[in-house]
């Protein structure tokens, strides 16, 4: 028996959150890696993938452009709901295809493709904040709130009994409200359905780390939630 | 600190879940969850928020001209280096 609430294997980016119709030359993404024991075991790029990449590595603008292309609505996607905002989304996506076009030849098939450059695209967003003078300095701070940031203890927490009373906007304000760390992980996991050896991969940080990320961003959120008045209540 | 049945009490259980929910293990067949109805509640919101993440903030593409924003900022750096 599965649990289907929180999978072993969580949905992929691309696959329901995408609703399954991607435009031409968008392609779904497929998972990373495959996790055995600790080790990463990288996939294999398909010989058209390697060959777009190695075009667009040797200044071919036309792959580079597909590349574009095929991962947009992603890094825009994790840019937006980083910030919120459309016009800084859009001025953070921007930014990072930029430096993906610049660092691109350095790219070395270390980690997939779609990792390295998620990667990329969180440390533009992460630098960006640190600009607005928000709570972080680094992607290291940013996996370590400070302790008053953390969660509330739940041992002995009323039973607040959320299912199937989640308000989506309550939602969407709690999580807008999390620390950019939690903020981070949460969305990686539970939005964008990433698993936790990518996200550790992405992030630079242990699976355990993300996992216990993740955990404490949910506790930070169902004490939100709780402090948010229920629709009932605002009627 | 609540003490529950079972051998874990509540706070021991709490520390081991982000591990047990990451593994994709089946908690509510949990000894401790079978007597406890406070980690039962606690763990049932906890799927609810994942739940309800889903439906969340939909994938969206980018404005058809950032790209050409893109290209042009592109354009913009070569010509910089190729004058340096």
Known sequence: ?235 | MIDCPETLSCEQFQSQLPELIGSGAVLAEHAHLRHCELCKALLADLEAIAEAARQLLPIVDPPEELWEQIESAIKGERESSDKT
């Open chain 1, 1 to 235: 028996m599965s649990n289907p609430v929180f999978p072993a294997q969580p949905r992929h980016p691309g696959s329901e959150a995408s609703g399954g119709n991607l435009p031409v030359g968008e392609e779904p993404s497929q998972p990373s890696g495959e996790q055995v024991g600790q080790r990463l075991l990288l996939p294999s790029p398909t010989p058209d993938e390697a060959k777009l990449l190695a075009a667009a590595q040797s200044g071919d603008h036309l792959a580079f452009a597909r590349i574009y292309s095929q991962h947009k609505r992603r890094i825009y996607s994790l840019c937006l709901r980083m910030v919120g905002n459309v016009a800084e989304a859009e001025d953070l996506t921007q930014e990072a295809f930029l430096q993906l076009h610049r660092k691109i030849a350095t790219f070395r098939g270390d980690s997939a493709f779609s990792t390295w450059l998620h990667r990329l695209a969180i440390n533009v967003v992460l630098m960006h904040l640190r600009k607005k003078n928000l709570s972080l300095v680094s992607l290291d701070e940013a996996m370590e709130p400070s302790p008053d940031e953390g969660p509330g203890r739940s041992f002995g927490a009323a039973d607040l009994n959320l299912a199937g009373s989640i308000d989506r906007l309550a939602l969407e304000h709690a999580v807008a409200d999390l620390p950019a760390g939690y903020r981070l992980i949460f969305i990686l996991h539970d939005i964008e359905g990433y698993e936790h050896n990518e996200i550790a991969s992405m992030l630079d940080c242990s699976i355990g780390n993300s996992k216990s990320q993740l955990h404490k961003a949910r506790l930070k959120l169902r004490d939100a939630l709780c402090a948010y008045p229920r629709q009932e209540e605002r009627r």
